[in-house]
């Protein structure tokens, strides 16, 4: 194996049991030659071969599991331009001119999946405000501080005090900042229309396949699969998600494990505007709503990887999310008809991983994606896509191996 095989989720995901467009696939029975091959079919691999399709490119998908079936249908799917670090955070880190632009790349994400998404005709596809809450991460007056900050980096915002939100969401919390233009998907749903897409342009998806050993050269890459069939390339792309390719370099890359629920359908009793509320807090809460009036809440992040002491957790885990919820949000009914545990990744800045990996020719690789997976994972696609075609991304220095 070229990845460190993980189990990625447990338990009852909302996603799983909604209707989606099918795709075609099947085995590989024969070498193959292609422009790239990408390796996962996720929603970050479903991306990139969309991108890497519509430029002309030849492109081959292999995934272990099959389209949709990794960590994509543990995603709780708000879809923010807001990264989980804070902008003045944020600054402190990079630098106040790259934040900034760090920030800004994360709204074009936004609006150009959107439009993507718009343009495929992908249903459940909801724009959704969000809503930041005051919590130990900021407290009000550095609440107030971060708003001026979005503010003047050019980001539409309003911040309410204590009286303002009671008064307009009903919420009990010393203050919050409503941030605009984001989006709630299903991500099985968007992850299969992707890949459709992407095989209308030629692309060929082949599962359940398994790559065991790779030979990458100044001219190519040569794959080769569990059952001795090659996959020659002239670029390689890693979309595995959490499962890290062995020869990718992990310094300042974590992995962890989150948790996540949905109510049972309630439309009546959801809050004003329905947008998507999340906390200025580590651990942090979040929570959206569905467009069958169920409620999805996540969190109770923890700094660990082990699939066993994860699972064992999401009993407690469950409890501690309806609690919280229902202590949000009184007059919801937080009963828990879905639960799920998954694992994901981050970095130390809270920004991604995206670009070509050290002492690998032509092999590209993205990592560290944290809350903001999907929003990264068009990101990825932009950078990943634009070094291959010969077409550099303006932002790809972000998010390059330090």
Not at 64 to 84: C, F, H, M, N, V
Not at 323 to 343: I, N, S, V, Y
Request: charged share 25%.
């Amino acid at each position: 194996m070229v990845t460190a095989s993980k189990d990625l989720r447990t338990g009852r995901s909302i996603w799983e049991w909604q209707r989606a467009t099918s795709v075609k696939y099947g085995p590989l029975l024969r070498d193959i030659e292609v422009d790239v091959l990408v390796i996962g079919a996720g929603i970050t691999g479903a991306m990139i071969a969309d991108a890497l399709g519509e430029s002309g490119l030849k492109v081959a998908i292999v995934d272990k599991r099959g389209p949709a079936k990794g960590s994509t249908t543990a995603s709780t799917a708000l879809i923010q331009y807001e990264i989980d670090t804070p902008l003045t955070k944020l600054s402190l880190k990079i630098g106040k001119a790259n934040a900034a632009r760090a920030w800004r790349r994360s709204r074009l994400a936004v609006d150009e999946l959107a439009a993507r998404l718009g343009e495929l005709g992908v249903p459940d596809v909801v724009g959704r405000d969000s809503l930041y809450l005051a919590g130990n991460l900021l407290d009000q007056d550095e609440l107030a501080r971060e708003h001026d900050a979005r503010r003047a980096a050019g980001f539409a915002s309003r911040y309410f005090d204590r009286k303002a939100l009671r008064a307009r969401f009903g919420i009990a919390r010393d203050a919050a900042i409503l941030g605009y233009g984001n989006l709630a998907i299903d991500p099985r749903k968007v992850t299969l229309a992707l890949l459709k897409a992407a095989t209308e342009q030629g692309s060929k998806i082949f599962t359940p396949v398994e790559i065991v050993d790779i030979d990458d050269k100044k001219t190519g890459v040569t794959a080769t699969t569990d059952d001795g069939r090659r996959i020659h390339c002239r670029h390689l792309v890693f979309a595995t998600g959490y499962e890290l390719p062995d020869r990718v370099p992990r310094r300042g890359h974590k992995i962890a494990s989150t948790w996540a629920i949905a109510t049972v359908a309630q439309p009546r009793r959801l809050w004003p505007e329905q947008c998507m509320i999340w906390e200025a807090s580590e651990p942090y809460l979040y929570l959206r709503t569905t467009p069958d009036g169920r409620v999805i809440c996540g969190g109770e992040d923890e700094d660990f990887a082990d699939s066993d002491e994860r699972d064992a957790l999401l009993a407690r885990k469950t409890a501690t999310l309806t609690r919280k919820l229902g202590r949000l949000m009184r007059h919801l009914d937080p009963t828990a008809e879905f639960a799920w545990t998954g694992t994901f990744g981050s970095t130390a800045t809270g920004l991604p991983t995206i670009g070509l990996v050290p002492k690998m020719q032509n092999c590209w690789v993205a990592l560290g994606y944290g809350g903001n997976g999907t929003t990264y994972a068009r990101i990825a696609a932009d950078v990943i896509c634009g070094g291959i075609t010969g077409r550099p991304d303006v932002d790809a220095d972000l998010y390059r191996f330090a």
